[in-house]
């Protein structure tokens, strides 16, 4: 009886199978209307038609009769970058009709790809003062603040329990994540994204370590005394980091700098909300279920696919818009050296008496 019951179940797999190829191969994402199409994939059309010119070349290939396509690989990693739903939901999606395991091998290689082939092109930090001058425009037109190249924040996002310095990823918060420093302009797009550190990591920590620090640290030294980021206090004030004056007094020039520090700094916390409501993975509602080194390479490739949709002015639907709730505020390390805090003073001075 056993016997007969296992090959029932064996054959009913088979014939699963076999339904769920079928309906694969007859899949076809483009017909669905332009208004589904980026609800469902967060993209349009034309950018997936873009993503895959440039990445198909380079996926895995075979003829084997269940092999997924390119085409349809994408489109898996896609809705799972978009919806954040378990790899099994993904899969039975009617539109994909593949296995969990295939779900998270699209993920992982679609991931890499992006990450490999476009996110130089696509995730850049100014350098040239050509492109400095362009963000710091936008900046003085719109919040009256001068100088600024961007600005930087930290945002978490959850992981499973790593299986090694698993203690170094257990945030204040309480829970298992990376910390992602994000630096943006104030269009929104991404101009530098670092996803190397853990997420018991403070902010100022992973500023200090990062690239673009020694970047903007190599410029100062080599003259260029009017470009910054803005941090908010949890980051040290430096000529290249503007930071919020604490206690300020009421009417004071150093109030009237924080009311436009933090209007011109807001972008960073209305970055981080687009980018984690368009792909919905980085959310936090479903903690990313692989290793730290593989989720680096998701939230970058996200990243990437947050800028080419910022480029093209691509509306996030508002009725996938939700309240985010903001990351614990830093506790305040404020440090300032001497050269930091005469910039900021001759900043203020300057422009805000």
């Not at 790809?113 to 001058?133: G, R």
């Not at 310095?165 to 530098?192: A, M, P, T, V, W």
């Not at 209007?263 to 990313?288: D, P, Y």
Request: charged content about 25%; hydrophobic content about 35%.
């Amino acid at each position: 009886m056993e016997i007969i019951l296992e090959e029932e179940r064996i054959q009913e797999m088979r014939n699963f199978n076999i339904e769920r190829r079928i309906a694969r191969n007859n899949s076809d994402p483009f017909t669905l209307s332009d208004r589904h199409f980026v609800r469902c994939f967060r993209l349009t059309k034309h950018m997936v038609h873009y993503i895959l010119e440039r990445i198909s070349p380079h996926m895995s290939h075979s003829a084997h009769i269940n092999a997924v396509n390119p085409e349809l690989r994408l489109f898996a990693a896609l809705y799972f970058f978009g919806h954040g739903a378990y790899q099994k939901v993904v899969g039975h999606n009617f539109m994909l009709s593949m296995a969990q395991n295939t779900v998270s091998n699209c993920i992982q290689e679609i991931s890499h790809l992006i990450v490999h082939y476009l996110s130089d092109e696509w995730i850049q930090f100014p350098t040239t003062e050509e492109e400095k001058l362009a963000i710091k425009v936008k900046f003085r037109e719109t919040t009256h603040f001068p100088g600024v190249i961007g600005a930087v924040d930290c945002t978490h996002v959850a992981i499973i329990a790593p299986r090694e310095e698993e203690h170094n990823f257990i945030n204040r918060k309480g829970y298992h994540s990376k910390n992602i420093q994000i630096i943006c302009d104030y269009n929104l797009k991404i101009l530098n994204i670092n996803p190397q550190f853990a997420g018991a990591t403070h902010d100022a920590y992973i500023w200090r370590n990062s690239e673009v620090h020694q970047e903007l640290e190599r410029c100062y030294l080599a003259g260029d005394r009017h470009s910054w980021l803005l941090g908010d206090s949890g980051y040290p004030q430096q000529p290249w980091l503007m930071t919020p004056v604490l206690n300020a007094l009421a009417g004071s020039a150093e109030e009237r700098y924080n009311t436009h520090h933090a209007s011109a700094r807001n972008c960073i916390e209305r970055c981080n909300g687009v980018f984690k409501q368009r792909f919905r993975c980085v959310l936090g509602e479903r903690t990313l279920r692989y290793s730290p080194e593989k989720v680096g390479n998701i939230v970058v490739a996200c990243a990437v696919l947050h800028n080419i949709c910022t480029d093209a002015r691509l509306e996030l639907d508002v009725e996938n818009m939700e309240r985010i709730i903001p990351n614990e505020v830093n506790v305040n390390v404020q440090q300032m050296n001497e050269n930091g805090r005469d910039a900021r003073r001759i900043l203020i001075e300057n422009y805000f008496q």
